[in-house]
Each structure stands twice: as structure tokens, then as C-alpha cells.
DNA sequence: CGTTACCTGAAA
DNA sequence: TTTCAGGTAACG
């Protein structure tokens, strides 16, 4: 579900309205099983309650609370996960498995369909962040590193762009967008692109994710940012869930295979396998 | 490295 | 009934 531009939209719309705040109670919604990983919800409740909440940042797809005393509870969505700021006494979500009360009756509520979602308290945010790739959207990014972390490795593009080690917060959406709009075929092994293609990559990598910021996120199914609005990036899909639909660049079917795992969307024509010269 | 598991629901 | 879904950790 969601990818960093999702997460950034989430981060965005919360900071002004949680930051400052204390968090006055935990709950878990009955019968649902807790958010958090390695902790109860009464442990949770335990280290967090009363404290302050100091900043909201993010770190690739990861959502991070700084909390007064030197914690972080760093939350990770996944597929379905969403954290919605509401009014008490809103009727709660179908999907609600816990929620964050503030100090002035508002709930942060973490709905989560599939559960994959996951909360971790921290004292040791580098530690838990440890091994997470560049931002693409830092201006100290550069082609340069794109190429050198892509730099003799034999595995699909693809695979390589999902990896959060080495660019951080990329999800299939945005690589299938981002690699039809560099007009690289997606099982292109990683090492093998040349400095222009490379250069086309890294520029639509960031196109993609600024864009994708302004409107808010894809709402494909699940996401909604943090006030439990739907984005609008979905309308301006290239590729991503078009199968069959006329690329709007030539006009070719847009084909869906199956790459790195995922379904993987692409113009066979805008992206062939093979580069011009070879064959 | 690719595949499977983790969950639940919607759509084919 | 089967397949697929925006992620990632564990497995072989």
C-alpha cells in the first residue's frame, strides 16, 4: 500500500495538529491483535502515555513519532496500514486495531485490514533504521550514487529499485511508473544501464515522487492520508493497473508480467529489453 | 537471488 | 473458487 509519497502525505497532514501534543491513553480495539510487534498494548500504553509528542518525521516508508524522554515510535504501514487523525466520538473505522488519545480528545487511529502494519518503540532510532538507503528526493541524491549502488549487480532493475537498502521508499508503483517514464525495460540487470539511461532513471524517480507527494498519495485501495482523505495520484497512472489500455505515449498495449515477485506493468514498445545496437 | 509466509477482503 | 493486492522478513 503505501510507499513514501503515502507515508509523506500522512506525515504532512499530522504534523501542524499532533506535534505539541501529549498522548493521554493507548487503546486497542477489542479482539483486534496488537499493532506493535514486541510489545503488549499494556506496555505500550505503560511507555507512552504522558508523553509529549516532539516531532513527526519520516525515513523511506517508515513514520516516526519523537516523544518527549528520548523515545521514537516508528510505525510502518505495509500494505494497508493508515493513521487517521479524528474527532472523538467519530464512528470508528472498520478496519481500527488501536489508537493514540491526545490531550485535547483527539484520536490518532491506526486502521489496518491486514495487519502486516507494524509499531516500534525505540531509544535507539539510528539502530532501528540502520542499513535504509538514501532519500531520493535529498538534493545530496545524485545519479552518481544511483549509479554506483546499481553498479555490478546482476539482478532485474526492478528488484534492485525495491530494495530499501539501496534507494529508500520506492514501491511497485512508483518503479513501474518511474522506469516507463526513463524508458528502461524493468528486467534490465541493474548493472547493466548505461550513465544516460541511469540519468533518465534518476530524474523519473523523482518526478514520480514529487508528483505523486502533490497529490496526496495513490489511493489504489487502501491509502488515505492522515485527516482520511483519498490522494489523486492513481488518475495519473502511466502504467501501474492500466494492463491492455493504450500506452499514452505510442499507443501499445500496456503489458503486465510478473518481475522481482510483483506484477509489473510496462510499455513493451517505450520499454524494450533490448538497448539500440544490441541483438 | 527468487519464492513463501504473513492476513484479510475484493474481484475475476 | 481462485487470484490478486501499495511490503518485507524468512527461507532455500
Redesign the pocket.
Known sequence: ???MP?VETTRRDLEGRVVGRTIADVRVAPGAPQPQAPLTPEQLREAVAGRRIEDLDRR??YLIMALSGGLFLIL?R??TGNLILREAGVPPERFLRGVLVLDDGTELRWED????GRWVLTDDLAGALRGLGPEPLAETWTSADLAATLAG????IK?AL?D?RRVAGL???YVDEALHAARIHPERPAGSLSEDEVRRLHAAIREVLEKAIRLQ???????VGGLGQR?AMQEQWRVYDRTGEACYSCGTPIEKTRV????THLCPRCQPYATAGER
Request: glycine share 18%.
Open positions: 500500500m503505501p510507499e503515502e523511506g516508508k510502518h505495509r500494505m485490514q491486514r495487519k502486516f549487480r546482476t539482478a532485474p528488484a525495491l530499501q514501491g511497485n508503483i498519495g495513490s489511493s489504489a485501495r487502501h491509502h490522494g522481482a515477485g510483483r506484477g
